[in-house]
């Protein structure tokens, strides 16, 4: 890291590390933002896009069932972000006891992703969004997996820094602050936290995450935590009605545009450039989810007329969004049912093209209803997505 780069004494300042090489220790929130012209519109667009997907929320027929398509997305987008491999398909197949197609590993960091988000929703019923909760978050997400020497639920006691693979403390292209230097900029992180009405909350959002980043208090997983905390946040602050909204995908689309403003931050003080890649990324999120949601819901509608007529049938429908793949064994658990009824119920929807069997055995079939994972996996994309 070249100290020299770092221009902006607003941003924070540079310090040099115990082992000798700079380090950037953030300064505390909030900054100056400018409310320029270009910035509360991109706010204004970003903020009603998020509204409408927020009320969409609260008229889902079947909130849990229909989140769990995208929280499951979003599990495999963010940690593709940080090179896992492992598909929707694979953690689906996973999940209904089918071998996927990746390491394990890679999809136990995507199962655990999923475990972690959960429990924050749940948590926040219970505890504020805090350094307590972050700590729980971290270790969810890395129990179990190559990430778990990084201390998972313990901030970092060592240096660590950024950079390309083979990078070196001395070659890093950012080192966050020292430990003593970390431990006062979470405090001071976690209080501004705290503090709400002062600007909207788009903004304290992607300040807050920007913020984490920088301090980068974990030895592994600050940016799979970082964006979990943009949903928990906006759930906090009912901002969202359910945990519909995601920047993963975006941000993978626009990778380098996102490093580029976070450190635009760090170098020039340039918050509004990464002000207006945050609200771009939640405006193009939001609408999207918005849309994914319509999309499902047809199909859940459409699939229902089908089997109208079966009770034990029409009570799978939404089970197939929870997962598309069933077999009779699951069958049989959700519906407390016999094997023959299982397997009855499996042919009816099976007759109403609504599954199709994958294995092409006779003992332990196994279904899969393709019309829903196409919808979960490809939402459709319109001339927006490539704006």
């Known amino acids: ?199 909207p909350d788009l903004i304290q959002c992607a300040l807050i995450h920007e913020h984490f980043e920088a301090i980068h208090p974990f030895l592994d997983g600050n940016g799979r935590v970082g964006r979990l905390l943009i949903t928990l946040f906006l759930i906090e602050r009912e901002r969202l009605s359910q945990p519909l909204l995601y920047l993963s995908e975006y941000i993978e689309r626009e990778r380098r545009g996102y490093y580029d403003s976070l450190q635009r931050i760090r170098t020039h003080g340039d918050w509004n450039g990464w002000l207006h890649y945050f609200l771009a990324g939640v405006n193009w999120s939001a609408r999207r989810a918005a849309r994914q949601a319509r999309e499902l819901m047809d199909l859940r509608e459409s699939m229902r007329r089908k089997v109208a007529e079966s009770p034990k049938a029409l009570a799978l429908v939404d089970e197939l969004f929870a997962n598309p793949h069933i077999n009779a064994a699951r069958v049989k658990v959700l519906l407390g049912v016999s094997d023959p009824t299982a397997r009855a119920a499996l042919a009816e929807l099976e007759q109403a093209g609504l599954i199709q069997e994958t294995s092409g055995r006779q003992w332990g079939r196994q279904y899969l209803a393709r019309g829903v994972l196409k919808a979960i996996e490809n939402p459709t994309e319109t001339n927006d997505d490539h704006e």
Not at 150 to 160: D, K, L, V, Y
């Open 1 to 199: 890291m070249d100290a020299a780069d770092f221009q902006s004494a607003e941003a924070g300042r540079v310090v040099r590390t115990p082992q000798g090489p700079p380090a950037f220790v953030p300064a505390p929130l909030p900054p100056r933002v400018d409310f320029d012209h270009a910035l509360v519109l991109a706010l204004s667009r970003a903020d009603a896009a998020l509204s409408e997907l927020s009320g969409l929320g609260r008229q889902l027929p079947n909130p849990h069932l229909l989140i769990a398509p995208y929280l499951r997305r979003e599990a495999v987008l963010s940690s593709r972000i940080e090179g896992t491999q492992a598909s929707i398909t694979d953690l689906l197949a996973d999940e209904a006891g089918q071998s996927p197609q990746v390491p394990a590993d890679d999809v136990l960091e995507v199962r655990n992703y999923v475990t972690a988000l959960e429990h924050g929703v749940q948590r926040l019923d219970t505890l504020p969004l805090s350094l307590r909760l972050v700590r729980e978050l971290h270790e969810k997400l890395l129990h179990g997996v190559r990430g778990e020497t990084a201390t998972p639920g313990r901030f970092r006691r060592s240096q660590n820094w950024i950079g390309p693979p083979g990078s070196t403390l001395a070659s890093a292209f950012y080192v966050p602050p020292p430990v003593e230097e970390m431990k006062q900029a979470l405090s001071d992180w976690e209080r501004y936290l705290h503090r709400r009405d002062e600007l």
